[in-house]
């Protein structure tokens, strides 16, 4: 059994920047395929970013593209989400996500039915 725990969320001006952590129990985390995904009031939860097991690859959504940045430390067992420039779309409940298969990363990093674990979210409210 893996827990997730997101912490880091809060109110934030449009321009403004937050980091995400998502601290994972387990020995395996570093095989662990790891995502983000958000979710709006009256929406479907939305693919945000992905990484691999090593780090070397990330993946992100067009809308976070060159705004967000992905991370992990497998030393800590955790997993980052930098976000600069915040608008106020990118108001949601932020998911940390775990998928114990690697081969995830390469086809369906961006479906939330390819994810084993789920976090209980963290709330980021962006204000204009």
């Known amino acids: 059994q893996v827990q997730l725990v997101e912490t880091g969320g809060g109110l934030v001006q449009a321009g403004g920047s937050l980091r995400l952590s998502c601290a994972a129990s387990?020995?395996?985390?570093?095989?662990?395929?790891m995502g983000w995904f958000r979710q709006a009031p009256g929406k479907d939860r939305e693919f945000v970013a992905a990484?691999?097991?090593?780090?070397?690859?990330?993946h992100y959504a067009d809308s976070v593209k060159g705004r967000f940045t992905i991370s992990r430390d497998n030393a800590k067992n955790t997993v980052y989400l930098q976000m600069n420039s915040l608008k106020p779309d990118d108001t949601a409940v932020y998911y940390c996500?775990?998928?114990?298969?690697?081969?995830?990363?390469?086809?369906?990093?961006?479906?939330?039915?390819?994810?084993?674990?789920w976090g209980q979210g963290t709330q980021v409210t962006v204000s204009s």
């Open positions: 387990g020995r395996s985390f570093s095989s662990y395929v």
């Open positions: 996500s775990a998928a114990i298969r690697v081969e995830v990363y390469d086809r369906g990093r961006t479906r939330p039915d390819e994810y084993d674990y």
């Open positions: 990484i691999s097991w090593t780090g070397a690859r990330t």
